[in-house]
């Protein structure tokens, strides 16, 4: 089992629509946790960041950790065909190793005109 | 404020030749990351440097190696070039350790392709 999973899709939504995307992990030492976006050939960009339970908003985006249930989300309110690219939740563990992230396989997501 | 940035972007071996990339990170971040994204593996942590030591590899053979300068800029070395070592490899750096210090930022990799 991987440590994070993360339905790699594709998922293809309409403009204007409601995105939510998923990802579960089973090591209870994860506490900081992070969604980045890439663009095919392209460096993934750090969306949003958290380093606790509950939701936080930055613009069209609210990212949401629940981790009683080991279990995050990325919303993306008022998609638009610019939000088409590969979305990874990453993590890293309090305890040891560093900053090493962990990563989903990400998800394709592909926002229709 | 420059971001992280590597090079060469592009980069075509032979298999049993050596590579070299490099990465120069944010102003001011200490620590440097190398991942690994091969086709449909996703990416996977290779190694990490902070204060010019190594700190951490991720499962990969010894002739995958580096180092961290004094300006904290780094330098991965690949050994023996393996066809499926064609990747792209990615750069990360960060400020510390500690709460909003960890968040890492990447650079836009480096593609290389062993024929």
């Known amino acids: 089992q991987k440590e994070v999973e993360q339905d790699p899709g594709p998922l293809s939504v309409p403009e204007g629509a409601i995105v939510s995307l998923n990802c579960t992990y089973s090591n209870s030492a994860f506490q900081y946790f992070m969604w980045y976006r890439q663009y095919s050939r392209k460096g993934p960009e750090l969306l949003m960041y958290?380093?606790?339970?509950g939701n936080k908003e930055d613009g069209r985006f609210t990212a949401q950790v629940d981790k009683s249930s080991k279990y995050i989300s990325l919303f993306i309110r008022d998609s638009q065909p610019s939000d088409s690219a590969t979305y990874l939740c990453a993590m890293i563990s309090l305890y040891n190793q560093g900053g090493k992230l962990i990563f989903g396989q990400g998800t394709e997501l592909s926002v229709k005109p | 404020e420059a971001g992280v940035t590597q090079s060469p972007t592009h980069l075509i071996k032979t298999r049993g030749q050596q590579a070299t990339l490099r990465c120069s990170p944010i102003s001011g971040h200490t620590s440097v990351y190398w991942y690994q994204q091969a086709l449909g593996l996703g990416l996977q942590f290779l190694l990490w440097y902070d204060e010019g030591e190594e700190r951490n590899r991720g499962n990969f053979p010894p002739r995958f190696s580096g180092r961290q300068f004094p300006n904290y800029s780094s330098e991965l070395n690949v050994n023996a070039l393996e066809l499926e070592d064609s990747a792209l490899y990615l750069c990360?750096?960060?400020?510390?350790?500690?709460?909003?210090?960890?968040?890492?930022?990447f650079g836009q990799g480096t593609r290389l392709t062993v024929v």
């Open positions: 990360a750096s960060s400020l510390g350790l500690k709460e909003e210090t960890r968040k890492a930022f």
């Open positions: 958290t380093y606790s339970s």
